[in-house]
């Protein structure tokens, strides 16, 4: 079963930028689809960015042209470059793997990392 960690998150003001990553272990973590969830205060969690094994890449319209997602299968590593940041995308941001497609299932889960955006 793999396990997933994420870093990276932190304070900062708009129109800065932060990399969040996700380290995994105990599975093979090529296999998987990746994908970068968020959840603000008194909202659903929603699906931001996500990348198959491949590395067929998924955003929401929300952050496309400013975020990118990107995955090293030697370290086992999945990342989340985030450009522009806008206060509207503080929120906890959580990593989760996908035996399927990117827009598939996740059942594995990381513990999340908060990201906050000042304006």
């Known amino acids: 079963q793999v396990q997933l960690v994420e870093s990276g998150g932190g304070l900062v003001q708009a129109g800065g930028s932060l990399r969040l990553s996700c380290a995994a272990s105990g599975g093979t973590f090529s296999s998987y689809a990746m994908g970068w969830f968020r959840q603000a205060p008194g909202k659903e969690r929603a699906l931001v960015s996500a990348?198959?094994?491949?590395?067929?890449?998924y955003y929401a319209d929300s952050v496309k042209g400013r975020f990118t997602i990107s995955r090293d299968n030697a370290k086992n590593t999945v990342y989340l470059q985030m450009n522009s940041l806008q206060p509207e995308d503080t929120a906890v941001y959580y990593c989760a793997a996908s035996r399927g497609s990117i827009r598939g299932r996740y059942d594995i889960w990381g513990q999340g990392t908060q990201v906050t955006v000042s304006s």
């Open positions: 990348i198959s094994w491949s590395g067929i890449e």
